[in-house]
Nanobody, 120 residues
Framework: VRVAESGGGLVQSGGSLRLSCVAS????????MTWFRQAPGNERELVAK???????TYGDSVKGRFTISRDNDKNTIYLQMTNLEPEDTAVYSC???????????????WGQGTQVTVSS
């Protein structure tokens, strides 16, 4: 199973970016998919989570500015980020909870992350 993020980059304060995360490979079912971020010197924090049926959870610092969505047919989630602030600068990583083909247990798979840098 492979998880791959894309869409990061450099943007000015107040700007927008859209991140994507795709889970692929030997997958039978994808449960929760979650965006995390980590800035240098900071602990990893939850940004947004979405269940397979579309229930969402946001971290307090991004509520009202970020929107998570999901395409179950493509095992893909998106993070639309608006009104970005320098404090949003971090590596954004995606985690997928996956049941592999022929397996009963559920495992977490992580992507490598994508850098988001917001200039002031």
């Amino acid at each position: 199973v492979r998880v791959a993020e894309s869409g990061g980059g450099l943007v000015q304060s107040g700007g927008s970016l859209r991140l994507s995360c795709v889970a692929s490979g030997d997958i039978r079912f994808v449960f929760d998919m979650t965006w995390f971020r980590q800035a240098p010197g900071n602990e990893r924090e939850l940004v947004a989570k979405i269940t397979q049926r579309g229930d969402v959870t946001y971290g307090d610092s991004v509520k009202g500015r970020f929107t998570i969505s999901r395409d179950n047919d493509k095992n893909t989630i998106y993070l639309q980020m608006t009104n970005l602030e320098p404090e949003d600068t971090a590596v954004y990583s995606c985690k997928a909870q996956v049941r592999k083909q022929g397996k009963f247990d559920i495992s977490d798979f992580w992507g490598q992350g994508t850098q988001v840098t917001v200039s002031s």
